[in-house]
């Protein structure tokens, strides 16, 4: 792996615990980290936001080596596993802390971000339209240690087993080639 070549990915799609253990599990991802961005205040903590007052989308910033997954890879996933059409919501999330969000690194990332949603409305793939934001990144603020690999450390929680199982069936069902062969995260 060449560390020179490994580029930056954020994206929000509701709770970042989901996001963030679909992410995981993909060839070519070297790292994926919960936290915050798109908001108006410096270093937010998870309390402030979760009140919605802050602006800040629960994001993951994902490293990954284009050599072996596109970007346009991941957005393919990224629409798969959440719904993009839902303003402000993902299930039962609620508030402009789970929106849909694309914050991009430079503009090749926009000029995709906004072609992939292009095609994706173009096949019809959704009944309603997309309604994810797409944004150049700003700061991305690390959430707490807790937040962090949730989903591979809490399997057994109820939130784990009906929310983000299905998600990760989901992923496996139509982007198994694109999965990482063996992890210690048991897939």
């Not at 990915?9 to 996001?19: E, Y």
């Not at 402030?48 to 602006?55: L, V």
Request: aromatic content about 12%; hydrophobic content about 35%.
């Amino acid at each position: 792996m060449n560390e020179d070549n490994l580029k930056k990915a954020t994206l929000a799609g509701g709770c970042f615990w989901c996001t963030e253990a679909v992410f995981q599990r993909l060839n070519g991802v070297e790292k994926v980290v919960s936290g915050f961005t798109g908001g108006a205040i410096k270093n937010p903590a998870y309390r402030e936001i979760i009140t919605g007052r802050t602006g800040h989308a629960e994001a993951i910033q994902i490293t990954y080596d284009p050599d072996k997954i596109a970007y346009n890879d991941l957005l393919l996933v990224f629409f798969a596993t959440h719904d993009p059409t839902t303003l402000n919501r993902q299930q039962n999330d609620v508030g402009t802390q789970y929106r849909s969000a694309i914050f991009f690194h430079d503009e090749e990332q926009e000029k995709i971000a906004r072609k992939t949603i292009e095609v994706i409305e173009e096949e019809n793939a959704f009944e309603d339209p997309i309604v994810t934001e797409v944004t150049e990144a700003s700061a991305f603020y690390v959430a707490e240690q807790e937040h962090q690999d949730f989903y591979n450390q809490h399997r057994q929680q109820p939130y784990c087993q009906f929310i983000i199982d299905p998600k990760i069936s989901k992923l496996k069902k139509y982007f198994s080639d694109k999965l990482k062969q063996t992890n210690d995260h048991g897939i």
